[in-house]
């Protein structure tokens, strides 16, 4: 069936009028009679019933008009699917995440999805949660990896729980302890990581109501560690930044636990460019998480 046919037929149905529908197809009243008769031809029964002021369905044409509006709405899923496949396989996607997930998360999971989709490029921004808030709120990043973000209304997929840890120098003397109580944090010097930017630390001691006296701050989290190591004072993280790295510190739990949750935040998976739609699924299902 010739779809422009189904349309000929629908719009005379939907305007009253055969010159109604050839002005919303661009055919004159004569064009869409021809098509109509033609649909009526191959189907063997008549549609419309053609009247001095207009058109009208016969009994057979209201039956087949829902089916003639279902048939029309197909061919524009058809192309709505074609345009976003089209999209899917080409385009950039800016990720804004945390040195941590860049360096340990994201690479596996990179790699397999770049080698099912060459011309989609990854460009990742190993930043503080501060900075990725400001980023994935403005746009310049389309989705994130980290902390769940202030503002509620994005798309928050959680995939993972990260324990929040003390890093102590090796003479500290809870260095060789089961844990390191967060009150002490009051007595100590604390260095911290992200430019003293550090949310997930500064929201875990003001919920302990501790003011930390911040001796020393740093961009980098393994610099942070090296300043540990040499005695500066100590160092509050999560435990993933510390995972793969051999230093000269002890690394011990908190007391009372406390862990941050990691996630996915994207502002809308439903107005996501496909390109990035895709990543977000992909990541989630190699991640063990639904995007649901």
């Not at 990854?122 to 973000?149: C, W």
């Not at 502002?267 to 977000?280: H, N, Q, W, Y």
Request: net charge negative; proline share 5%.
């Amino acid at each position: 069936m010739d779809i422009l046919k189904c349309k000929a037929f629908v719009s005379a149905v939907d305007e009253g009028s055969l010159t109604g529908a050839g002005k919303l197809l661009g055919y004159t009243p004569s064009g869409i009679s021809q098509l109509v008769s033609a649909m009526e031809s191959e189907l063997g029964f008549s549609l419309l019933i053609r009247k001095s002021n207009g058109v009208v369905p016969t009994n057979e044409g209201e039956i087949m008009y829902p089916l003639a509006v279902e048939y029309i709405e197909k061919e524009s899923e058809i192309y709505k699917a074609a345009t976003e496949l089209s999209g899917m396989y080409k385009g950039n996607v800016m990720i804004a995440t945390y040195a941590s997930i860049a360096a340990h998360t994201l690479p596996s999971i990179i790699k397999e999805f770049t080698d099912m989709h060459p011309s989609i490029n990854i460009q990742i921004e190993e930043t503080t949660k501060n900075r990725i808030e400001k980023l994935v709120s403005s746009g310049k990043a389309d989705l994130a990896f980290s902390s769940r973000l202030s503002n509620q209304s994005f798309k928050w997929i959680p995939f993972a729980e990260d324990r929040m840890v003390a890093v102590l120098p090796k003479e500290h003397p809870f260095a060789d302890k089961d844990s390191y109580p967060i009150k002490n944090c009051r007595k100590e010097d604390i260095i911290m990581p992200s430019e003293g930017d550090d949310a997930d630390v500064r929201e875990l001691l003001k919920k302990h109501s501790i003011v930390p006296n911040i001796r020393l701050t740093t961009l980098e989290n393994f610099t942070a560690i090296n300043m540990v190591e040499k005695g500066l004072g100590i160092g509050i993280m999560n435990e993933g930044i510390t995972r793969y790295w051999q230093t000269g510190t002890a690394i011990v739990p908190l007391d009372p636990p406390s862990s941050i949750t990691l996630g996915i935040t994207v502002p809308s998976l439903e107005t996501a460019a496909p390109a990035v739609k895709e990543f977000v699924c992909f990541a989630a299902d190699k991640l063990g998480v639904s995007v649901e």
